[in-house]
């Protein structure tokens, strides 16, 4: 991957950095938001106030009916609450009662929203003690339709907006935003938000939902995040139309006017926020993506989740899967449909790490993984044609025009879909993979649900329950022949909220392909003899705080071999140092 990069850099590297860049930016917890201030006491007021209306109208510190009879006297509460006392854990107990009883997702979606808009530590305590439950509420696949109605469901901006209408104020819009040590930004120009495309302003649930990830699984502070649309307009005629659209009415803009304004941006960051706080492209499409990467990977922290963290996430599934499969990694054959961000990511990553493990150049080790876009197979006679990032997965072969015909020929052990497109791992497609393959790997990664490229029922059932099977969405349990199939997750929430704290608690200034395989390593590791009994190649999200702080160790650990990480000196035990980091949503007591 870098590369790739690098050759879009002219040669520059992420490790070619200037040593006396600033690296401002700090890990101070300001509002008692992490594991190692839960027994200090918290003042919630930072201005005086004569009633305690404002707050119970303060999301960060109301605790509803929690408040205790000292704090409702000392905090002017008497009278503005019931006079019933209960406990987060009840208080818990009866939002899920309700949020179930929601037959709909997107009212669950709506239901947590608002739970966050008004008590913020509460929502978090849902979200981490009932993850595997609310996932699939709070992001993919629930999230992507409520993108699609975001103009309709609209109440309460979270984030900040920046259009073309903020284009040489950018660094004014960053400093009205009311905190400033933040550690992570998700932006999105909305272009292409998952599988559903051009989303425009709406796009903006993706990073308000990304976010709530890194601080439910990855304990990063909610105060330390900050979820940013860039509108720069959109090419979806049903929004521009759509009266209850909340973005620009205008077309996308292009060229250099798009440029200048992305590079506006990047500075204003760098500027306000200092060097290390770690800038999340998202969802951006593949002609902004690359560029974008290449271009800033050498001067800020910048991280692309559709390639590198789907990229990490696939790998690790792919090595777990060994234990099931067999063989080492160069030992098989790699077929993806789908050659955009995401496949040349996964692609790209599965080729180093081969070529880590044989000691063969990168450029031999591809050889070994072939990619079908919509016009066939990737070849060499169809360099000319090619985007750039295809043109490494350009093989010397014969044109092939369908998958079927590519999974015939090819004969590949491991098949991968990131194509955006449901339905494409037909019928036939599985049956051919399952007839020279006694255990064929089948990952139908596409987000949301509708996109995936086959259904776990489909894989194990036209596979005669042999394929080891997972997705990008989520699946239930399936029973074949008697036998209980439980679907795993290729989710990239295993890898970015403890690859984001990685990179925080080592103050790292840059991120490098090292820091993904190490990731990648330390998921694959999570995973049990228990897990491989059920034909899981991921661990289970219940899970997902102590997974995240072994990847983040395993990053950080990385980050200082590497030379790119400034918080020192380096703590001794990694583990605990993430651990300890991270935020946790129990009630603080009041002075």
Known sequence: MESTMKEMRDGASVLDFDSKSTVEGGVEDVYGEDRATEDQLVTPWTISVASGYCLLRDPRHNKGL??????RDAHYLRGLLPPAVISQQLQEKKLMNSIRQYEVPLQKYVAMMELEERNERLFYKLLIDNVEELLPVVYTPTVGEACQKYGSIFRRPQGLYISLKEKGKILEVLKNWPERSIQVIVVTDGERILGLGDLGCQGMGIPVGKLALYTALGGIRPSACLPIT??????????LKDEFYIGLRQRRATGQEYAELLDEFMSAVKQNYGEKVLIQFEDFA????????????????????????????????????????????????????????????????????????????????????CLVDSKGLIVSSRKDSLQHFKKPWAHEHEPVNNLLDAVKVIKPTILIGSSGVGRTFTKEVIEAMASFNEKPLILALSNPTSQSECTAEEAYTWSKGRAIFASGSPFDPFEYNGKVFVPGQANNAYIFPGFGLGLVISGAIRVHDDMLLAASEALAKQVTEENFEKGLIYPPFSNIRKISANIAANVAAKAYELGVATRLPRPQNL?????????????????
């Open 230 to 239: 860039i509108d720069v307009g959109t090419n979806n005629e049903q929004l």
């Open 575 to 591: 583990v605990k140092c993430a651990e300890s980091c991270m935020y946790t949503p129990v009630y603080r007591n009041y002075r």
């Open 286 to 369: 593949n002609h902004n993506a690359f560029e974008l990467l290449a271009k800033y990977g050498t001067t800020h922290l910048v991280f692309n989740d559709d390639i590198q963290g789907t990229a990490s996430v696939v790998l690790a599934g792919v090595v777990a899967a060994l234990k099931l499969i067999g063989g080492t990694l160069a030992e098989h054959r790699f077929l993806f449909l789908g050659a955009g961000e995401a496949g040349t990511g996964i692609a790209e990553l599965i080729a180093l790490e081969i070529s880590k493990q044989t000691k063969a150049p990168v450029e031999e080790t591809r050889k070994k993984i």
């Open 66 to 71: 929690a408040f205790t009879e000292k704090e």
